[in-house]
């Protein structure tokens, strides 16, 4: 059984297009996550939902818009693509509450723009 | 935020040997979990560990949150175990997860 599934796995795309990157997730967690990985395998967070609602939203251009239309789903949509996003994204699930517990992490939607 | 570094960057095992990674972060800390990112790229779960040792396997890890590290063991390396090695953790009182620079980990048979 898939616990954190992204699709796609790869994306190439033209400079200006939109895109969009779904993300689901199957262990009952309440966060959400998505995560930007450049090419020297730096990973940083973009985004986190709690229970479908926007807890972290760190410095990242208002062209990546989040979108959790359920506490199983976190998309990813991106405007107007830029060759500097260009990278690996991986969206990935924990349950929290009182606590942060373990992350899972899906395979990662490896994006090229060209 | 928090500042969390991995030592060594880099290293290259002969098949068999053992190693250790180590994890210092600069706060204290409520979470911390070690990754694999293997080289298809899949970021796989080894240990969810804000305090103690844990064994699984060759594995092993240990965190001593008062003095602010951690430690990955790895014994008996295979050429499986390549790939790059995370740390993350969550501050005390924060809300996310802070990864290390990770250290790559090349096994040569």
């Known amino acids: 059984d898939t616990a954190v599934s992204q699709t796609p796995k790869y994306l190439v795309t033209q400079m200006g297009n939109d895109k969009s990157i779904k993300c689901e997730q199957n262990?009952?967690?309440?966060?959400m996550y998505w995560y930007k990985q450049d090419s020297k395998k730096f990973l940083k967070i973009m985004f986190s939902y709690n229970n479908k609602e926007l807890i972290i939203n760190e410095t990242v251009p208002n062209r990546f818009s989040p979108k959790s239309p359920d506490k199983a789903h976190l998309n990813l949509h991106i405007n107007s693509l830029e060759l500097g996003d260009s990278a690996v994204y991986f969206c990935a699930s924990s349950q929290v509450g009182t606590a942060f517990y373990e992350q899972y992490f899906g395979p990662g939607t490896r994006l090229t723009v060209t | 935020g928090i500042q969390v570094e991995q030592s060594p960057p880099d290293l290259i095992l002969q098949e068999g040997a053992n190693s250790t990674l180590r994890c210092n972060f600069s706060?204290?800390?409520?979470?911390l979990q070690w990754f694999h990112q293997n080289p298809w790229g899949q970021l796989i779960n080894l240990f969810y560990?804000?305090?103690g040792t844990k064994q699984n396997g060759r594995l092993s890890a240990t965190t001593v949150a008062t003095e602010r590290y951690s430690l990955l063991y790895i014994s008996s390396s295979q050429t499986t175990d390549s790939g790059v090695y995370f740390c993350?953790?969550?501050?005390?009182?924060?809300?996310?997860?802070?990864f290390g620079t990770g250290t790559s980990l090349t096994v040569i048979p």
């Open positions: 706060d204290s800390v409520n979470n």
């Open positions: 262990l009952g967690h309440d966060t």
């Open positions: 993350a953790v969550v501050e005390a009182g924060g809300n996310q997860f802070y």
């Open positions: 560990i804000p305090s």
